[in-house]
Protein backbone atom coordinates (compact mmCIF):
# COMPACT_ATOMS: atom_id res chain seq x y z
CA UNK A 1 0.00 0.00 0.00
CA UNK A 2 1.39 3.43 -1.23
CA UNK A 3 0.59 6.59 1.48
CA UNK A 4 1.31 10.02 0.70
CA UNK A 5 0.50 13.76 1.28
CA UNK A 6 -1.84 15.59 -0.81
CA UNK A 7 -2.13 19.31 0.64
CA UNK A 8 -4.67 21.76 -0.27
CA UNK A 9 -4.35 25.81 -0.10
CA UNK A 10 -7.35 28.08 0.57
CA UNK A 11 -7.91 29.01 -3.07
CA UNK A 12 -8.10 25.20 -3.72
CA UNK A 13 -11.92 23.50 -3.29
CA UNK A 14 -11.88 19.99 -2.00
CA UNK A 15 -14.70 18.95 -4.85
CA UNK A 16 -11.61 20.17 -7.66
CA UNK A 17 -9.31 16.93 -6.38
CA UNK A 18 -9.73 13.85 -8.75
CA UNK A 19 -9.52 10.29 -6.86
CA UNK A 20 -11.20 7.46 -6.80
CA UNK A 21 -12.68 7.82 -3.74
CA UNK A 22 -12.96 10.71 -1.76
CA UNK A 23 -13.80 9.98 2.10
CA UNK A 24 -15.17 12.58 4.21
CA UNK A 25 -16.64 12.48 7.58
CA UNK A 26 -20.53 13.00 8.91
CA UNK A 27 -21.97 13.21 12.42
CA UNK A 28 -24.77 12.10 13.80
CA UNK A 29 -26.69 15.13 14.19
CA UNK A 30 -27.02 14.64 10.00
CA UNK A 31 -24.08 17.26 10.55
CA UNK A 32 -21.81 17.83 7.78
CA UNK A 33 -17.61 17.66 8.51
CA UNK A 34 -16.24 21.34 6.45
CA UNK A 35 -14.71 18.70 3.85
CA UNK A 36 -18.09 17.05 3.43
CA UNK A 37 -19.90 20.41 3.19
CA UNK A 38 -17.50 21.51 0.38
CA UNK A 39 -18.62 18.43 -1.50
CA UNK A 40 -21.95 19.45 -0.96
CA UNK A 41 -22.71 22.01 -3.64
CA UNK A 42 -25.66 19.82 -5.12
CA UNK A 43 -26.82 19.21 -2.30
CA UNK A 44 -26.70 15.62 -2.68
CA UNK A 45 -24.66 14.16 0.77
CA UNK A 46 -27.55 16.35 2.81
CA UNK A 47 -30.04 14.59 0.63
CA UNK A 48 -28.40 11.16 1.72
CA UNK A 49 -28.64 12.19 5.57
CA UNK A 50 -31.85 13.07 5.28
CA UNK A 51 -32.74 10.07 3.72
CA UNK A 52 -31.66 8.20 6.71
CA UNK A 53 -28.78 5.93 4.30
CA UNK A 54 -26.30 6.23 6.80
CA UNK A 55 -26.62 7.18 10.39
CA UNK A 56 -23.57 8.92 11.21
CA UNK A 57 -22.51 6.70 13.74
CA UNK A 58 -19.14 5.50 13.77
CA UNK A 59 -18.50 2.72 11.65
CA UNK A 60 -21.37 3.83 9.40
CA UNK A 61 -20.58 4.35 5.92
CA UNK A 62 -22.23 5.36 2.63
CA UNK A 63 -20.54 5.55 -0.67
CA UNK A 64 -21.98 7.45 -3.41
CA UNK A 65 -21.34 8.05 -6.91
CA UNK A 66 -20.43 10.69 -9.33
CA UNK A 67 -22.05 13.28 -7.35
CA UNK A 68 -22.60 16.61 -9.37
CA UNK A 69 -19.53 18.78 -8.85
CA UNK A 70 -17.30 16.87 -6.94
CA UNK A 71 -14.27 15.44 -9.52
CA UNK A 72 -13.81 12.11 -7.67
CA UNK A 73 -15.42 8.89 -8.86
CA UNK A 74 -16.97 8.31 -5.42
CA UNK A 75 -17.67 10.02 -2.60
CA UNK A 76 -17.43 7.57 0.95
CA UNK A 77 -19.27 9.36 3.57
CA UNK A 78 -17.92 8.04 7.12
CA UNK A 79 -20.07 8.24 10.34
CA UNK A 80 -17.83 10.08 12.97
CA UNK A 81 -20.39 9.85 15.90
CA UNK A 82 -21.40 12.70 17.67
CA UNK A 83 -20.31 16.44 16.37
CA UNK A 84 -17.07 17.19 18.76
CA UNK A 85 -16.52 13.78 20.03
CA UNK A 86 -14.04 12.52 17.58
CA UNK A 87 -11.52 10.32 19.74
CA UNK A 88 -8.78 8.18 18.93
CA UNK A 89 -11.42 5.06 18.58
CA UNK A 90 -13.81 6.54 16.18
CA UNK A 91 -10.80 7.97 13.80
CA UNK A 92 -9.37 4.35 13.81
CA UNK A 93 -12.73 2.86 13.11
CA UNK A 94 -12.75 5.70 10.03
CA UNK A 95 -9.59 4.45 8.43
CA UNK A 96 -10.91 0.80 8.75
CA UNK A 97 -13.81 1.78 7.13
CA UNK A 98 -12.20 3.06 4.32
CA UNK A 99 -10.55 -0.25 4.25
CA UNK A 100 -13.22 -2.23 4.15
CA UNK A 101 -15.21 -0.63 1.87
CA UNK A 102 -12.55 0.07 -0.56
CA UNK A 103 -11.35 -3.33 -0.06
CA UNK A 104 -14.74 -4.03 -2.63
CA UNK A 105 -13.70 -1.44 -4.77
CA UNK A 106 -10.82 -3.42 -6.69
CA UNK A 107 -7.55 -1.11 -6.58
CA UNK A 108 -9.70 2.02 -6.33
CA UNK A 109 -7.46 4.74 -4.78
CA UNK A 110 -8.31 6.84 -1.95
CA UNK A 111 -8.14 10.42 -0.58
CA UNK A 112 -8.57 10.65 3.09
CA UNK A 113 -10.34 14.06 3.57
CA UNK A 114 -11.22 13.65 7.51
CA UNK A 115 -11.22 16.08 10.16
CA UNK A 116 -8.21 15.31 11.30
CA UNK A 117 -7.56 18.45 13.24
CA UNK A 118 -10.99 17.74 15.92
CA UNK A 119 -9.16 14.58 17.40
CA UNK A 120 -9.65 15.18 21.04
CA UNK A 121 -5.86 14.84 22.48
CA UNK A 122 -4.13 13.95 19.29
CA UNK A 123 -3.01 16.09 16.72
CA UNK A 124 -2.82 15.58 12.60
CA UNK A 125 0.50 13.50 12.61
CA UNK A 126 -1.00 11.13 15.59
CA UNK A 127 -4.07 10.93 13.32
CA UNK A 128 -2.11 10.08 9.98
CA UNK A 129 -0.08 7.74 12.01
CA UNK A 130 -2.27 5.65 13.28
CA UNK A 131 -4.71 5.85 10.55
CA UNK A 132 -1.84 4.06 8.72
CA UNK A 133 -1.28 1.85 11.33
CA UNK A 134 -5.21 0.28 10.68
CA UNK A 135 -5.00 0.13 7.17
CA UNK A 136 -1.34 -1.47 7.48
CA UNK A 137 -2.69 -3.79 9.88
CA UNK A 138 -5.94 -4.88 8.15
CA UNK A 139 -4.19 -5.38 4.29
CA UNK A 140 -1.25 -8.06 6.47
CA UNK A 141 -2.24 -11.59 5.81
CA UNK A 142 -0.14 -14.22 7.07
CA UNK A 143 0.20 -15.95 3.46
CA UNK A 144 4.19 -16.83 3.26
CA UNK A 145 3.51 -20.46 3.81
CA UNK A 146 0.34 -20.96 1.98
CA UNK A 147 0.70 -21.80 -2.00
CA UNK A 148 -2.27 -19.40 -2.89
CA UNK A 149 -1.86 -15.95 -1.34
CA UNK A 150 -5.03 -14.73 -0.34
CA UNK A 151 -6.17 -11.50 -2.02
CA UNK A 152 -5.82 -8.70 0.42
CA UNK A 153 -7.62 -5.00 0.51
CA UNK A 154 -8.47 -3.51 -2.84
CA UNK A 155 -7.03 0.15 -2.30
CA UNK A 156 -3.70 0.62 -3.43
CA UNK A 157 -2.97 4.13 -2.90
CA UNK A 158 -3.83 6.74 0.17
CA UNK A 159 -3.11 9.94 -0.13
CA UNK A 160 -4.41 12.31 2.98
CA UNK A 161 -4.99 15.74 2.21
CA UNK A 162 -3.78 17.93 4.73
CA UNK A 163 -4.11 21.94 4.76
CA UNK A 164 -0.56 23.51 2.49
CA UNK A 165 1.04 24.83 6.01
CA UNK A 166 0.94 21.48 7.61
CA UNK A 167 2.48 19.49 4.81
CA UNK A 168 5.85 18.65 6.65
CA UNK A 169 4.25 17.46 9.85
CA UNK A 170 2.69 15.55 7.72
CA UNK A 171 5.61 13.70 5.69
CA UNK A 172 7.00 13.63 8.43
CA UNK A 173 3.95 11.50 10.12
CA UNK A 174 3.50 9.32 7.03
CA UNK A 175 7.45 8.65 7.32
CA UNK A 176 6.85 7.24 10.74
CA UNK A 177 3.72 5.21 10.40
CA UNK A 178 5.14 3.32 7.35
CA UNK A 179 8.11 2.73 9.55
CA UNK A 180 6.41 1.38 12.16
CA UNK A 181 4.26 -0.36 10.12
CA UNK A 182 7.09 -2.37 8.32
CA UNK A 183 8.33 -2.59 11.99
CA UNK A 184 4.72 -4.48 12.66
CA UNK A 185 4.69 -6.29 9.91
CA UNK A 186 8.14 -8.01 10.71
CA UNK A 187 6.99 -9.33 14.28
CA UNK A 188 4.20 -9.88 13.24
CA UNK A 189 5.74 -12.20 10.43
CA UNK A 190 8.34 -13.86 12.26
CA UNK A 191 5.91 -14.37 15.33
CA UNK A 192 3.23 -16.47 12.86
CA UNK A 193 6.22 -18.61 11.04
CA UNK A 194 6.01 -22.14 13.13
CA UNK A 195 8.94 -23.52 14.62
CA UNK A 196 10.66 -25.52 11.69
CA UNK A 197 10.98 -22.63 10.06
CA UNK A 198 11.45 -19.65 12.59
CA UNK A 199 14.48 -21.29 14.59
CA UNK A 200 16.59 -19.73 16.54
CA UNK A 201 18.68 -19.72 13.19
CA UNK A 202 16.35 -17.73 11.16
CA UNK A 203 16.30 -15.00 13.96
CA UNK A 204 19.90 -14.68 13.86
CA UNK A 205 19.68 -14.61 9.80
CA UNK A 206 16.77 -12.13 10.20
CA UNK A 207 19.20 -9.74 12.17
CA UNK A 208 22.05 -10.22 9.82
CA UNK A 209 19.41 -9.32 6.85
CA UNK A 210 18.48 -6.20 8.61
CA UNK A 211 22.07 -5.24 9.33
CA UNK A 212 22.95 -5.42 5.98
CA UNK A 213 19.93 -3.36 4.52
CA UNK A 214 20.35 -0.60 7.30
CA UNK A 215 23.78 -1.05 7.75
CA UNK A 216 23.79 -1.85 11.38
CA UNK A 217 26.25 -3.74 13.22
CA UNK A 218 25.08 -7.37 14.12
CA UNK A 219 26.74 -10.20 16.07
CA UNK A 220 26.16 -13.64 16.61
CA UNK A 221 27.57 -16.05 19.38
CA UNK A 222 27.09 -19.83 19.04
CA UNK A 223 26.82 -22.80 21.70
CA UNK A 224 30.91 -23.00 21.97
CA UNK A 225 30.77 -18.49 22.81
CA UNK A 226 28.49 -18.94 25.31
CA UNK A 227 29.62 -21.55 27.00
CA UNK A 228 32.89 -19.43 27.30
CA UNK A 229 30.58 -16.52 28.56
CA UNK A 230 29.75 -19.04 30.80
CA UNK A 231 26.11 -18.72 30.19
CA UNK A 232 25.02 -22.11 32.49
CA UNK A 233 21.34 -20.69 32.64
CA UNK A 234 20.65 -19.63 29.30
CA UNK A 235 22.15 -23.17 27.89
CA UNK A 236 20.29 -25.04 30.69
CA UNK A 237 17.11 -24.28 28.16
CA UNK A 238 19.26 -25.28 25.06
CA UNK A 239 20.04 -28.76 26.56
CA UNK A 240 16.92 -30.37 25.22
CA UNK A 241 16.49 -29.29 21.63
CA UNK A 242 17.82 -30.03 18.29
CA UNK A 243 18.10 -26.51 17.18
CA UNK A 244 21.50 -24.41 17.93
CA UNK A 245 21.04 -22.00 20.32
CA UNK A 246 21.62 -18.26 18.85
CA UNK A 247 23.07 -15.04 21.17
CA UNK A 248 22.10 -12.20 18.59
CA UNK A 249 23.27 -8.67 19.06
CA UNK A 250 21.72 -5.80 16.70
CA UNK A 251 23.49 -2.09 16.84
CA UNK A 252 21.57 1.09 15.65
CA UNK A 253 24.23 3.41 16.73
CA UNK A 254 22.29 6.68 15.36
CA UNK A 255 23.36 8.65 18.77
CA UNK A 256 26.27 10.22 19.44
CA UNK A 257 29.58 7.70 20.11
CA UNK A 258 29.69 8.79 23.53
CA UNK A 259 25.77 8.31 24.57
CA UNK A 260 24.96 5.21 26.53
CA UNK A 261 22.85 3.17 24.57
CA UNK A 262 19.03 2.16 25.35
CA UNK A 263 18.76 -1.84 25.48
CA UNK A 264 16.39 -3.95 24.77
CA UNK A 265 16.29 -7.47 25.17
CA UNK A 266 13.48 -9.67 23.77
CA UNK A 267 12.73 -13.36 24.72
CA UNK A 268 13.80 -15.72 21.69
CA UNK A 269 12.33 -18.72 22.55
CA UNK A 270 11.00 -20.30 19.49
CA UNK A 271 8.97 -23.47 20.47
CA UNK A 272 8.27 -23.56 23.91
CA UNK A 273 7.00 -27.48 24.93
CA UNK A 274 7.66 -26.76 28.37
CA UNK A 275 10.84 -29.01 28.23
CA UNK A 276 10.32 -32.23 30.76
CA UNK A 277 8.04 -30.22 32.50
CA UNK A 278 6.06 -30.67 29.60
CA UNK A 279 2.86 -28.50 28.49
CA UNK A 280 -0.04 -29.91 28.13
CA UNK A 281 -1.24 -30.98 24.55
CA UNK A 282 -4.22 -28.25 23.86
CA UNK A 283 -3.40 -25.18 22.11
CA UNK A 284 0.63 -25.89 21.99
CA UNK A 285 0.58 -25.05 18.63
CA UNK A 286 0.74 -21.40 20.04
CA UNK A 287 3.80 -21.40 22.16
CA UNK A 288 5.70 -20.83 18.18
CA UNK A 289 4.68 -17.39 19.77
CA UNK A 290 6.76 -17.42 22.78
CA UNK A 291 10.00 -15.47 20.24
CA UNK A 292 7.29 -12.19 20.01
CA UNK A 293 9.62 -10.55 22.53
CA UNK A 294 12.94 -11.51 20.00
CA UNK A 295 10.08 -10.38 17.70
CA UNK A 296 9.53 -6.87 18.50
CA UNK A 297 13.40 -5.92 19.20
CA UNK A 298 13.44 -7.02 15.37
CA UNK A 299 10.42 -5.24 14.64
CA UNK A 300 11.37 -1.75 16.83
CA UNK A 301 15.40 -1.59 15.35
CA UNK A 302 13.94 -2.13 11.85
CA UNK A 303 11.39 0.30 12.69
CA UNK A 304 14.08 3.08 14.27
CA UNK A 305 16.66 2.21 11.15
CA UNK A 306 14.40 2.93 8.45
CA UNK A 307 13.65 6.61 10.64
CA UNK A 308 17.53 7.13 10.78
CA UNK A 309 16.49 7.64 14.67
CA UNK A 310 19.64 9.47 16.51
CA UNK A 311 20.19 7.17 19.30
CA UNK A 312 22.12 4.26 20.29
CA UNK A 313 19.56 1.15 20.69
CA UNK A 314 21.12 -1.95 21.15
CA UNK A 315 18.89 -5.49 20.61
CA UNK A 316 19.40 -8.82 22.21
CA UNK A 317 18.40 -11.69 21.42
CA UNK A 318 18.87 -15.14 23.55
CA UNK A 319 17.18 -17.82 21.15
CA UNK A 320 16.44 -21.44 21.62
CA UNK A 321 13.84 -23.75 21.67
CA UNK A 322 12.56 -25.54 24.88
CA UNK A 323 12.30 -29.08 24.41
CA UNK A 324 12.25 -32.55 26.06
CA UNK A 325 14.86 -35.06 25.12
CA UNK A 326 17.38 -37.37 27.01
CA UNK A 327 19.46 -34.59 27.47
CA UNK A 328 16.93 -31.98 28.66
CA UNK A 329 17.34 -30.44 31.90
CA UNK A 330 15.56 -31.73 34.46
CA UNK A 331 13.17 -30.50 37.78
CA UNK A 332 15.74 -30.20 40.58
CA UNK A 333 18.76 -29.92 38.25
CA UNK A 334 21.07 -26.60 39.52
CA UNK A 335 22.53 -24.34 37.07
CA UNK A 336 25.12 -21.04 37.48
CA UNK A 337 24.19 -18.00 35.44
CA UNK A 338 26.86 -16.01 33.95
CA UNK A 339 26.27 -13.36 37.21
CA UNK A 340 27.50 -16.17 39.25
CA UNK A 341 24.30 -16.61 41.22
CA UNK A 342 22.86 -20.39 41.19
CA UNK A 343 19.53 -21.35 40.40
CA UNK A 344 17.64 -24.69 41.30
CA UNK A 345 15.30 -25.35 37.91
CA UNK A 346 11.76 -26.36 39.63
CA UNK A 347 10.17 -26.07 36.54
CA UNK A 348 11.35 -26.67 32.82
CA UNK A 349 8.62 -24.49 31.49
CA UNK A 350 10.01 -21.64 33.53
CA UNK A 351 12.22 -21.10 31.29
CA UNK A 352 11.85 -17.50 29.91
CA UNK A 353 13.47 -16.06 33.09
CA UNK A 354 16.35 -18.87 32.59
CA UNK A 355 17.42 -17.62 29.13
CA UNK A 356 16.71 -13.44 30.44
CA UNK A 357 18.83 -13.29 33.25
CA UNK A 358 21.62 -14.34 31.43
CA UNK A 359 21.53 -11.92 28.78
CA UNK A 360 20.49 -9.54 31.38
CA UNK A 361 23.52 -9.72 32.92
CA UNK A 362 26.01 -9.47 29.26
CA UNK A 363 24.14 -6.10 28.50
CA UNK A 364 26.17 -5.08 31.70
CA UNK A 365 29.33 -4.46 29.71
CA UNK A 366 27.06 -1.47 27.10
CA UNK A 367 26.79 0.24 30.35
CA UNK A 368 23.36 1.11 28.83
CA UNK A 369 21.21 4.33 29.99
CA UNK A 370 18.45 1.99 30.62
CA UNK A 371 17.25 -1.60 29.37
CA UNK A 372 13.88 -3.17 28.87
CA UNK A 373 13.62 -6.66 28.50
CA UNK A 374 10.73 -7.82 26.45
CA UNK A 375 8.72 -11.54 26.93
CA UNK A 376 6.03 -13.38 26.81
CA UNK A 377 6.60 -14.59 30.07
CA UNK A 378 3.88 -15.61 32.03
CA UNK A 379 0.28 -17.46 31.56
CA UNK A 380 0.20 -15.38 34.90
CA UNK A 381 0.12 -12.25 32.86
CA UNK A 382 -3.19 -13.11 30.77
CA UNK A 383 -4.89 -13.79 33.99
CA UNK A 384 -4.18 -10.56 35.57
CA UNK A 385 -4.21 -8.12 32.74
CA UNK A 386 -5.81 -10.20 29.99
CA UNK A 387 -5.10 -9.16 26.57
CA UNK A 388 -5.43 -5.50 26.67
CA UNK A 389 -2.28 -4.38 28.41
CA UNK A 390 0.94 -5.64 28.46
CA UNK A 391 2.68 -6.40 32.12
CA UNK A 392 5.16 -3.14 33.03
CA UNK A 393 7.50 -3.84 35.61
CA UNK A 394 10.45 -2.05 37.53
CA UNK A 395 12.04 -1.21 41.26
CA UNK A 396 10.08 1.85 42.69
CA UNK A 397 12.51 4.22 43.15
CA UNK A 398 12.25 7.79 41.19
CA UNK A 399 14.89 6.80 38.31
CA UNK A 400 12.61 3.83 37.60
CA UNK A 401 8.96 5.34 38.18
CA UNK A 402 10.70 8.06 35.28
CA UNK A 403 11.50 4.90 33.11
CA UNK A 404 8.23 3.59 33.66
CA UNK A 405 6.25 6.34 32.88
CA UNK A 406 8.11 6.80 29.64
CA UNK A 407 7.08 3.40 28.65
CA UNK A 408 3.09 4.56 29.66
CA UNK A 409 3.33 7.03 28.21
CA UNK A 410 4.67 5.65 24.72
CA UNK A 411 1.76 2.99 24.84
CA UNK A 412 -1.04 5.59 25.80
CA UNK A 413 0.54 7.54 23.01
CA UNK A 414 -0.18 4.76 20.53
CA UNK A 415 -3.04 2.68 21.67
CA UNK A 416 -0.34 -0.24 22.52
CA UNK A 417 -1.13 0.13 26.14
CA UNK A 418 0.92 -0.94 29.22
CA UNK A 419 0.06 -1.60 33.03
CA UNK A 420 2.11 -0.97 36.20
CA UNK A 421 2.87 -4.58 38.23
CA UNK A 422 4.51 -4.20 41.47
CA UNK A 423 7.91 -5.75 42.41
CA UNK A 424 8.36 -5.67 46.10
CA UNK A 425 10.79 -7.89 48.66
CA UNK A 426 7.73 -9.49 49.66
CA UNK A 427 7.11 -11.28 46.45
CA UNK A 428 11.12 -12.21 46.20
CA UNK A 429 10.40 -14.58 49.19
CA UNK A 430 9.04 -17.00 47.36
CA UNK A 431 11.66 -17.65 44.85
CA UNK A 432 13.52 -18.97 48.47
CA UNK A 433 15.59 -22.50 47.27
CA UNK A 434 16.77 -24.78 49.80
CA UNK A 435 19.28 -26.11 48.09
CA UNK A 436 20.80 -23.23 45.61
CA UNK A 437 20.78 -19.11 45.44
CA UNK A 438 17.07 -18.98 44.28
CA UNK A 439 14.24 -21.37 42.58
CA UNK A 440 13.38 -20.59 39.44
CA UNK A 441 9.60 -20.41 40.11
CA UNK A 442 7.58 -18.87 43.11
CA UNK A 443 4.37 -21.14 43.33
CA UNK A 444 1.51 -20.00 41.88
CA UNK A 445 0.44 -16.67 43.42
CA UNK A 446 1.58 -13.68 41.91
CA UNK A 447 3.03 -15.80 38.97
CA UNK A 448 3.83 -12.62 36.76
CA UNK A 449 5.68 -10.96 39.29
CA UNK A 450 7.43 -13.31 40.94
CA UNK A 451 8.80 -13.85 36.93
CA UNK A 452 9.85 -10.29 37.41
CA UNK A 453 11.39 -10.36 40.99
CA UNK A 454 13.41 -13.27 39.40
CA UNK A 455 14.78 -11.21 36.78
CA UNK A 456 15.25 -7.75 38.89
CA UNK A 457 18.47 -9.77 40.60
CA UNK A 458 20.00 -9.65 37.39
CA UNK A 459 19.55 -6.03 36.55
CA UNK A 460 20.83 -3.98 39.68
CA UNK A 461 23.39 -2.91 37.74
CA UNK A 462 21.58 0.03 35.87
CA UNK A 463 17.79 1.09 35.28
CA UNK A 464 15.62 -1.81 34.10
CA UNK A 465 11.91 -2.67 33.22
CA UNK A 466 10.25 -5.43 32.13
CA UNK A 467 7.75 -5.81 29.70
CA UNK A 468 5.38 -9.31 30.21
CA UNK A 469 3.71 -9.54 26.66
CA UNK A 470 1.96 -13.00 27.03
CA UNK A 471 -1.25 -11.23 26.81
CA UNK A 472 -0.83 -9.09 23.96
CA UNK A 473 1.32 -10.63 21.67
CA UNK A 474 -0.57 -12.74 19.53
CA UNK A 475 -4.41 -13.40 19.58
CA UNK A 476 -6.11 -16.70 19.56
CA UNK A 477 -8.98 -18.48 18.66
CA UNK A 478 -10.65 -17.57 14.70
CA UNK A 479 -8.33 -14.40 14.58
CA UNK A 480 -5.26 -16.81 15.62
CA UNK A 481 -2.21 -14.99 14.44
CA UNK A 482 0.39 -12.08 16.04
CA UNK A 483 -0.30 -8.53 16.59
CA UNK A 484 2.73 -6.75 16.45
CA UNK A 485 2.57 -5.56 19.88
CA UNK A 486 4.68 -3.96 21.81
CA UNK A 487 6.28 -2.48 18.83
CA UNK A 488 4.40 0.67 18.72
CA UNK A 489 5.33 1.32 22.34
CA UNK A 490 8.73 0.57 22.00
CA UNK A 491 9.14 2.38 19.15
CA UNK A 492 7.56 5.50 20.32
CA UNK A 493 9.35 5.19 23.63
CA UNK A 494 12.57 5.84 20.99
CA UNK A 495 11.61 7.94 19.30
CA UNK A 496 11.07 10.17 22.21
CA UNK A 497 14.27 9.63 23.90
CA UNK A 498 15.96 10.55 20.62
CA UNK A 499 13.31 13.95 21.15
CA UNK A 500 14.67 14.95 24.36
CA UNK A 501 18.12 13.69 23.59
CA UNK A 502 18.63 16.77 20.86
N1 LIG B 1 5.88 -19.07 27.42
C1 LIG B 1 5.25 -19.38 28.66
C2 LIG B 1 4.28 -18.29 29.10
C3 LIG B 1 2.95 -18.26 28.42
C4 LIG B 1 1.99 -19.17 28.74
C5 LIG B 1 2.67 -17.28 27.53
C6 LIG B 1 0.75 -19.11 28.15
C7 LIG B 1 1.44 -17.21 26.93
C8 LIG B 1 0.47 -18.12 27.24
C9 LIG B 1 6.30 -19.54 29.75
O1 LIG B 1 7.51 -20.03 29.36
C10 LIG B 1 5.73 -20.49 30.74
O2 LIG B 1 5.53 -21.61 30.39
N2 LIG B 1 5.47 -20.00 31.94
C11 LIG B 1 4.88 -20.80 32.95
C12 LIG B 1 5.59 -20.47 34.25
C13 LIG B 1 5.26 -21.40 35.37
C14 LIG B 1 5.83 -22.77 35.08
C15 LIG B 1 5.86 -20.85 36.63
C16 LIG B 1 3.40 -20.46 33.03
O3 LIG B 1 3.04 -19.30 32.84
O4 LIG B 1 2.61 -21.38 33.24
MN1 LIG C 1 7.54 -22.15 29.36
ZN1 LIG D 1 8.03 -19.73 27.44
Not at 181 to 208: F, M, S, W
Not at 230 to 237: A, D, E, H, Y
Not at 295 to 309: C, D, H, P, W
Not at 314 to 336: H, L, Q, R
Request: proline letters at 3%.
Amino acid sequence: MDFSIKTIDAKTSIASLKAGCIAVGIYENKKLSPQAQALDKSGEITAALKSGDISGKPGSTLLLRKVAGVAAERVLLIGLGADGELNDKVTSMAALCVARVLATLGGADALLALPFDAVKERDLAWAIRSSILVLRDNSYRSDTLKSKKETTSGIKKVAFLVAAAKAAVAKEALAQGVALANGIDLTKELGNLPGNVCTPTYLANTAKKLAKEFKLSVEVLDRKQLEALKMGSFLSVARGGGEAPKFIILKHLGGKAKDAPTVLVGKGITFDTGGISLKGGAGMDEMKYDMCGAGSVLGTIRAIAELKLKLNVIGVIPATENMPSGTATKPGDIVTSMSGQTIEILNTDAEGRLVLCDALTYVERFKPAAVVDIATLTGACVTSLGHHNSGLFTRHDSAHDALAEELLSAGKATGDTAWRMPIEDSYQEQLKSNFADMANIGGPAGGSITAACFLERYTKKYTWAHLDIAGTAWKSGAAKGATGRPVALLTTFLMNRAAAAK
